[in-house]
């Protein structure tokens, strides 16, 4: 979290604030904003932390570490008024790591739907949840006849005794 003045001068970090950027308090509070995000942005920044300012915001971003790396922030920031003054508190998340999370799972599905070999999931009561398009070729059944379906409908009659003892 940081409190920031009316121009952007950061006046207040919490500790995982200093922490993550990896900047002293006292170095962090002697910086702007402006200097935790890309220069070429300045435009873009300029106009996020005059929103910010009149109505609140939320948005996500880069912002870069003492270090020189990159992190992607969740940003929600507001405007408070105390004593006439206009302050904005800004808290602020790294996501880096679900975002890279998020990207290894689309590829993951990728590769799950482009491959021809059959690929069904199912929660803990066997009702379908995926159906690939491996699984299309080989059932007949296209995905949106299945998902929420019970996976009884793809085994043969004889054979639901062992879906349910393997469930």
Known sequence: M????YSG????????AIKEYGYTYDELTSMNIFNLRNPINTAIVNQQFHVAKKEGIEFET?????????????????????????????????ISNRRTTEEELRVLAAIVESSHDAIISC???????????????????SKEEVIDKSLSILIHKNQIDLLKAII
Not at 2 to 5: A, C, K, T, V
Not at 62 to 86: A, C, M, P, Q
């Open 123 to 141: 929660d803990t009561n066997a009702t379908i949840k995926s159906f690939n398009k491996g699984a299309e070729a080989l059932y007949g059944y």
């Open 62 to 94: 880069f912002h870069y570490r003492k270090d020189g790396s990159s992190l992607i922030v969740e940003v929600k920031s507001i405007g408070i008024e105390i004593d006439n003054v206009t302050y904005v508190v800004s808290i602020i998340r790294n």
């Open 9 to 16: 001068k950061i006046l207040d970090a919490n500790k995982e």
């Open 2 to 5: 940081l409190i920031i003045d």
